[in-house]
């Protein structure tokens, strides 16, 4: 089976600042996804980033860039220049490709300051 | 983007009554769909598995009696939770898999359901 695990349940960051959120995973997989999910107040899911685990090269979206160390199983999310409306519960995800067997970790609840 | 649409958002019940919870891909097929559980502050739970035709596949210690999932078509799934119970209080959300799209899962907006 595979698990998730954020280690850290709340963070804090000044507007404008970077933050970075950790997420390890433990998985006996080859193939397979993974992603981080921003759940706001609405708790509308909302996908933030996607790394195929094939691909070395780290994803980059805007303000958000995850660094993905396969060997470590390691997957955490960079936010740069931090903005009040990225204050969210944010999750980190694991995806086996063969059957889109969707696993969340805890959550970390970020907030920005102003 | 692809669109999923879960409703109802909100439904408020009587203890002992069903309710069922609709999750539909609006534009494009979805040959599977999951349905997840997630309570206050916590991670979304990963509850039943449902294929197109088939019968779903329930993660261990979900009563597969309770949680009803029915996927009678490539753009319809719906969770009936039956009998409910104060404890079945939480907040449903469904993903769907579209044809063709492996890497990506679109999801609703969630229920809450609270059970009186």
């Known amino acids: 089976a595979q698990t998730v695990t954020q280690s850290q349940p709340e963070m804090s960051v000044q507007e404008a600042e970077t933050v970075t959120l950790s997420c390890t995973y433990d998985?006996?997989?080859?193939?397979?996804?993974l992603f981080w999910y921003k759940q706001p107040p609405s708790r509308q899911m909302i996908l933030v980033i996607r790394?195929?685990?094939?691909?070395?090269q780290n994803a980059t979206e805007n303000r958000f860039s995850v660094n993905f160390q396969k060997a470590a199983k390691s997957f955490s999310l960079k936010i740069s220049d931090s903005q009040l409306g990225d204050t969210a519960m944010y999750f980190c995800?694991?995806?086996?490709?063969?059957?889109?067997?969707?696993?969340f970790g805890a959550g970390t609840r970020l907030t920005v300051k102003p | 983007g692809a669109v999923v649409s879960q409703h109802p958002s909100r439904v408020i019940c009587k203890s002992g009554t069903s309710v069922k919870i609709e999750c539909r891909s609006l534009?494009?097929?979805?040959?599977?769909m999951f349905w997840y559980r997630q309570f206050p502050k916590q991670s979304l739970m990963l509850m039943a598995t449902?294929?197109?035709?088939?019968?779903?596949?329930?993660e261990q210690g979900v009563e597969k009696d309770k949680f009803l999932i029915n996927h009678a078509s490539l753009t319809l799934s719906t969770l009936t939770v039956t009998s409910a119970h104060p404890e079945d209080s939480s907040f449903y959300i469904c993903?769907?898999?579209?044809?063709?799209?492996?890497?990506?899962?679109?999801f609703g907006s969630g229920t809450q359901l609270s059970v009186l």
């Open positions: 993903s769907a898999r579209g044809v063709g799209i492996r890497e990506k899962l679109f």
């Open positions: 998985t006996s997989e080859n193939n397979y996804y």
């Open positions: 790394q195929e685990a094939y691909k070395q």
């Open positions: 995800a694991f995806m086996k490709r063969q059957n889109n067997d969707m696993r």
């Open positions: 534009d494009f097929q979805a040959t599977t």
């Open positions: 449902s294929n197109e035709g088939s019968k779903a596949t329930y």
